[in-house]
């Protein structure tokens, strides 16, 4: 189902529209696209075609007639519900417009929800940011960390944020290392990270301390051989973005190129069950 959103979501930003915000539930998950009255006809028709694409593959979905909204409110209206997500005592993401009682102690990243996946609201980065946060006491000053499918790049931000040293993170959707820019950007981390648009295999460098690689299994398994490889021999790779009934296979593939599970994190999201693994050379 995410990839279905995520398909519907590009195919009305494609068409105009403004916004828009996703709201789930144990039944399914709910898209409020929000468009200029001028652009709403294109939407409406952009995501019709995007679930009619689709419905071959048994996946089910309607789109409602558009309704008009009171001038102004739409572009604060997808602000509603978001809240800061406190991925432990010492760390906590946040939209820019969510106001915290700054704590001692506490580091925080600031992250608009746009196109990029990646704000800490949804399960498999939840769970990826907490490991994070945990192996970040096992990083040096000279670490360096490696972020696959970062989105906005929260995951190397969260690492650069709890103290590692360096980080490369890169997604094959050049809007996410767009949006990763920014963020890095605003969050006062740009100077060490270096982000770039394309695949794994376009990066040379090797021996990273920590590997972040929050995909879906189909999006994982053909990494698996290469990924492993780019870990230092006492290196952390985590995982995420996986189903728990895909943990076995998970394992097992990952268990092929050298790296035994040392621990799953799990949460429930979507109705659906997520985990999260750390892996490590055998
Ligand atoms: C679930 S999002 C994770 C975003 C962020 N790292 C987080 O944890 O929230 C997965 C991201 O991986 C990207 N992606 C998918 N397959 C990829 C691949 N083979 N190599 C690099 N990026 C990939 C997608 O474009 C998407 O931005």
Known sequence: ???????????CWAAGAVGIE?????AGCMLLVYAQAARAQEVEQAARESLGARESSGEEGRVEPPEP???GDW???????????????????????????????????VIDPKQAFGTGG???????LEWVDVLADELPASSRVLDIGTGTGV???????????????FDIDPIAVC????????????ERLRLFAGPLDALAAADFDLVVANLLRRELLPLAADVAGRLTARGSLVLSGLLAEEQGEIEAAFGGVGLRCAGARFAEDGGEQ???LCMRRS
Not at 1 to 11: K, N, R, T
Not at 179 to 190: G, I, V
């Open 75 to 109: 572009s604060e209206r997808w602000k509603e519900g978001l809240a800061a997500v406190v991925v432990s005592p010492r760390l906590v993401v946040r939209p820019s417009f969510v106001e915290i009682t700054p704590e001692p102690g506490r580091l925080e990243l």
């Open 122 to 128: 949804h399960a498999s980065t939840l769970l990826a």
């Open 155 to 169: 995951l190397a931000l969260a690492a650069l944020r709890l103290g590692a040293g360096e980080a490369v993170a």
């Open 179 to 190: 949006e990763a820019r920014e963020w890095a950007e605003l969050n006062e981390l740009a």
């Open 69 to 71: 909204v009171e001038s």
């Open 22 to 26: 996703e709201r789930e539930d144990g």
């Open 274 to 276: 997520w985990v999260s």
């Open 1 to 11: 189902m995410a990839e279905q959103v995520d398909l519907l979501s590009a195919e």
